[in-house]
């Protein structure tokens, strides 16, 4: 059962965020059968919390169950996404409670006082809960059973062997976490998602479902207080997809242990490699003070890791630095990988010094992904637009906005602007694939 403590605290922390949320802001959406998210709005807030068959890298890139649908989601609703990964429950805890995001792919325990707050979407899924253990017998009276932290289901002790004593330990850790342990035999049973149970078994020897242990459940999104629009569009768009040969290959290629994505996903030789390129990357990346992530995620958005790859206008190459620029930093499309990956990696520096003023390191990185695309200039116009209407310049979701603005003659003329007309909005969805990617890639693997 869900811990008593644990859904009142949720339920007061859901109150006052609620409460607050009221008092700060009055939306106004009526209920609709297209795609009309918000007046003005540029980006489409979702949360993700990862687990083992909903978000993963593989081969570089973000996947995953739930993933692709949101991806999917996202070119019908015909706004870019901004998706943020969590793999640890508090930050899922908050994030699903904070007024930060319009969307969350999050499983959380139910309750009444909570489902009258939470506002889902209709169910994209159905899983249950199960018991994990190991193929040899035991013969104690008494045994424990470990659940992971977050743990969304109702668990029903009559649906466990009668042949045994149960003990249900509540553990601040992942299914995947607590799968290591019952391999090494540092617990007796576990309890986790069916669906979750399905991709870890393949990779630990000697474990099964040992038996059901709770109801099925529906799985929903969480759609922001206010967003009527929103979960009427998402509700339309579900009751279509999951008719659609698309959602019945997510299913087939996440929710089966022969999946042959997920036994290499999660083959123990790739755990932590990103990239062919990887020792290079960090090599340079130590030099320049820079994340090696956020390098390998401008490289993949720029040419999915293809050396031998030509764009629009003449860029070439893993950096995709047009020719101009490479002659400055000294490659051409006859360089080798590693000469273009620090020719790429000098101008990403280059761009590092050229928002010192901007305060957050993290922030940085999103003006970074921006000039990478668009050029420095297009980026200088935005701030100083953004500075002229009394936005703060120095923060990237008010630039953000005059960026996309400069696609408007209003403001591609304004005496401020010096390079002109541009396309913003294409800008955006470069920077919010790279940062998703990016922050996946930080949970996948350290900066070292």
């Known amino acids: 059962m869900v811990p008593f403590c644990f859904v009142f605290f949720v339920s007061i922390l859901l109150i006052v965020t609620t409460l607050d949320y009221l008092i700060q802001t009055k939306e106004k959406e009526n209920s609709i059968s297209t795609p009309v998210i918000a007046e003005n709005a540029d980006t489409l807030h979702v949360l993700l919390f990862a687990n083992a068959s909903d978000y993963f890298i593989y081969r570089g890139t973000p996947i995953g169950f739930q993933y692709e649908m949101l991806q999917a989601l996202g070119k019908f609703l015909e706004i870019p996404m901004n998706i943020e990964i969590v793999d640890h429950p508090d930050s899922a805890i908050h994030g699903l409670l904070s007024n930060k995001f319009d969307l969350s792919a999050i499983d959380y325990p139910r309750s009444p006082l909570l489902s009258f707050y939470l506002f889902e979407t209709e169910p994209y899924t159905v899983s249950c809960p199960v018991l994990v253990g190991k193929q040899r017998l035991t013969t104690d009276s008494t045994l424990t059973v470990c659940i992971p932290a977050f743990f969304p289901y109702a668990i029903y002790m009559d649906s466990l062997p009668e042949k045994h004593s149960w003990k249900l330990i509540y553990r601040d850790e992942t299914s995947k976490e607590l799968f290591e342990k019952l391999h090494r035999d540092e617990i007796d049973y576990l309890i986790c998602d069916d669906k979750d149970a399905l991709t870890l078994l393949p990779f630990y020897p000697g474990t099964k479902i040992v038996a059901p242990a709770g109801s099925p459940r529906e799985r929903c999104w969480v759609v922001k207080y206010g967003k009527d629009s929103l979960q009427n569009s998402i509700d339309q768009w579900l009751r279509i997809f999951k008719k659609s040969g698309h959602y019945k290959l997510l299913k087939k290629k996440y929710m089966s242990s022969n999946s042959p994505v997920i036994k290499q996903v999660f083959h123990p030789d790739r755990s932590r490699v990103i990239s062919p ?92 992904a921006a000039a990478y ?76």
């Open 277 to 368: 390129y990887d020792r290079i990357v960090k090599k340079y990346a130590r030099n320049y003070d820079l994340d090696w992530r956020f390098i390998t995620s401008i490289m993949y958005q720029e040419s999915k890791f293809e050396e031998e790859v030509w764009g629009l206008g003449g860029s070439f190459g893993l950096m995709q630095m047009m020719p101009a620029t490479g002659r400055k930093y000294g490659v051409t499309e006859e360089s080798t990988p590693e000469e273009q990956i620090h020719a790429g990696i000098k101008y990403l520096h280059f761009l590092h010094k050229s928002f010192a003023k901007v305060p957050d390191h993290k922030e940085q990185m999103y003006f970074m």
């Open 373 to 448: 695309n668009a050029g420095l200039g297009h980026v200088r116009d935005a701030q100083a637009l953004c500075e002229k209407h009394q936005g703060n310049p120095l923060q990237w979701e008010e630039v953000a906005h005059f960026l996309t603005l400069k696609s408007s003659p209003e403001y591609a003329h304004d005496p401020v602007v010096k390079c002109g007309y541009y396309p913003g909005k294409f800008t955006i969805q470069y920077v919010n694939d790279v940062m998703q990617r990016y922050h996946a890639y930080c949970l996948h693997s350290e900066n070292n």
